[in-house]
């Protein structure tokens, strides 16, 4: 059993910059390909980043050029950096994990955390 936490949201300004982060305990992280999604007031949850236990990643073409997924794997944490935020990313975004094929789809993703509220003011 995989557990993951959170940490590192709050309310920044549009333009700003947070970096979220996500420990994970429980597994054999490198085993575990790593993701963030995001899901916003009456919308879908929806993928934002993830990346392969040999550091490839994948990023949504809304967040590309601002967003950044990074992996520690010797620490099991893994890392979103957000730089030049805009109102429209305010959301709950949850880290998840699941092995086998990379995916965008959460239906495919194994784990969750319990996500961080990144709130961005105009």
């Known amino acids: 059993q995989v557990q993951l936490v959170e940490s590192g949201g709050g309310l920044v300004q549009a333009g700003g910059s947070l970096r979220l982060s996500c420990a994970a305990s429980g597994g054999t992280f490198l085993r575990y390909t790593m993701g963030w999604f995001r899901q916003a007031p009456g919308k879908e949850r929806e993928f934002v980043a993830h990346i392969r236990p040999g550091y490839d990643t994948f990023h949504a073409d809304s967040v590309k050029g601002r967003f950044t997924i990074s992996r520690d794997n010797a620490k099991n944490m893994v890392y979103l950096q957000m730089n030049n935020v805009k109102p429209e990313d305010t959301a709950v975004y949850y880290c998840?994990?699941?092995?086998?094929?990379?995916?965008?789809?959460?239906?495919?993703?194994?784990?969750w955390g319990q996500g961080t509220q990144v709130t961005v003011s105009s």
């Open positions: 998840a994990s699941k092995r086998g094929a990379v995916s965008t789809m959460p239906l495919e993703y194994d784990y």
